[in-house]
């Protein structure tokens, strides 16, 4: 991609209406370059909706990408919900290529007092599956799966980035505030920040910076990681140094912003990027 691009998690707050065409023109109309399709309550969309989405999309040149729902657990001991989840993300997937949208993310996994690399393998073989289908099909569509807010669940930095090293079409979505709250208030300063990025570049190569996934918002924790998503000027979030990481290793992509002002968080962070 050409540069890092800044939007929101779904339909922009100040939107004349609540569907995602309507969301896709406020985010042109306030400047910003990107949406994500929130899908975190059940993929809702038909495809002739899509088709519509897509089209809106590439009229304003607004890049997408979309949310997966948060009922996805691929580690599940129970087959059932194991089968369920893999059909989640494929829905998500199809769908989301429908739109247009460049990929697509979800929280992969749950521990449940299984061993770590056990679940990893199982992911693996998850993804490995759900990949295979939607190339069969034709669907190009990355697959992320998101750093995640907590220790209890799937996804570390170092789980993500070992993924998206080992299966073709996996790459991560590098959620900032998460591994901020997942590890009790680290990460927060510009030397850390860069780490973070050094690993995806050492880990994937230097192409990963040139087409990240980027997840950032105000974040409240508690020992145990994530509590919920707060607006920025309300958590202790250093952004400022995040964007002098980002712009000093010259990360591309798209930076989604999940605060609950969303569209206000996302423009502040836009403006204070291009300030740099």
Same mark, same amino acid.
């Given at each position: 991609?050409?540069?890092?691009?800044?939007?929101?998690?779904?339909?922009?707050?100040?939107?004349?209406?609540?569907?995602?065409?309507?969301?896709?023109?406020?985010?042109?109309?306030?400047?910003?370059?990107?949406?994500?399709?929130?899908?975190?309550?059940?993929?809702?969309?038909?495809?002739?909706?899509?088709?519509?989405?897509?089209?809106?999309?590439?009229?304003?040149?607004?890049?997408?990408?979309?949310?997966?729902?948060?009922?996805?657990?691929?580690?599940?001991?129970?087959?059932?919900?194991?089968?369920?989840?893999?059909?989640?993300?494929?829905?998500?997937?199809?769908?989301?290529?429908?739109?247009?949208?460049?990929?697509?993310?979800?929280?992969?996994?749950?521990?449940?007092?299984?061993?770590?690399?056990?679940?990893?393998?199982?992911?693996?073989?998850?993804?490995?599956?759900?990949?295979?289908?939607?190339?069969?099909?034709?669907?190009?569509?990355?697959?992320? %799966? @998101? !750093?995640?807010?907590?220790?209890?669940?799937?996804?570390?930095?170092?789980?993500? &980035?070992?993924? /998206?090293?080992? $299966? +073709?079409?996996?790459?991560?979505?590098?959620?900032?505030?998460?591994?901020?709250?997942?590890?009790?208030?680290?990460?927060?300063?510009?030397?850390?920040?860069?780490?973070?990025?050094?690993?995806?570049?050492?880990?994937?190569?230097?192409?990963?910076?040139?087409?990240?996934?980027?997840?950032?918002?105000?974040?409240?924790?508690?020992?145990?990681?994530?509590?919920?998503?707060?607006?920025?000027?309300?958590?202790?979030?250093?952004? %400022? @140094? !995040?964007?002098?990481?980002?712009?000093?290793?010259?990360?591309?992509?798209?930076? &989604?912003?999940? /605060?609950?002002? $969303? +569209?206000?968080?996302?423009?502040?962070?836009?403006?204070?990027?291009?300030?740099?």
């Amino acid at each position: 991609m050409d540069k890092l691009y800044f939007g929101t998690a779904g339909i922009p707050l100040s939107a004349k209406g609540k569907d995602p065409v309507a969301g896709i023109k406020r985010v042109r109309e306030l400047g910003l370059g990107c949406m994500e399709l929130e899908f975190v309550y059940g993929v809702r969309m038909s495809p002739q909706t899509a088709v519509g989405v897509r089209q809106a999309a590439e009229e304003t040149g607004v890049m997408l990408s979309a949310h997966g729902p948060y009922y996805i657990n691929l580690s599940s001991q129970e087959v059932p919900k194991r089968e369920s989840s893999r059909e989640r993300i494929l829905t998500t997937a199809r769908i989301g290529h429908l739109c247009g949208a460049r990929s697509i993310t979800f929280h992969a996994a749950f521990f449940q007092k299984q061993d770590p690399e056990s679940v990893y393998g199982t992911v693996k073989e998850e993804l490995k599956d759900i990949v295979a289908i939607l190339r069969k099909e034709g669907n190009f569509i990355w697959v992320r %799966p @998101e !750093l995640t807010g907590k220790s209890s669940q799937f996804g570390s930095l170092e789980e993500i &980035i070992r993924l /998206s090293g080992e $299966l +073709e079409g996996v790459m991560p979505c590098v959620d900032f505030s998460h591994l901020h709250a997942r590890t009790g208030g680290d990460y927060n300063n510009y030397k850390e920040f860069c780490s973070i990025l050094e690993a995806v570049k050492n880990g994937l190569g230097g192409q990963a910076m040139d087409d990240m996934h980027i997840h950032v918002s105000g974040i409240e924790y508690t020992p145990k990681g994530e509590r919920k998503h707060l607006n920025i000027s309300d958590s202790d979030f250093n952004y %400022p @140094e !995040l964007l002098q990481a980002l712009k000093e290793y010259d990360a591309r992509g798209l930076l &989604i912003c999940e /605060s609950p002002n $969303l +569209e206000e968080d996302a423009l502040l962070l836009q403006e204070e990027y291009i300030k740099l």
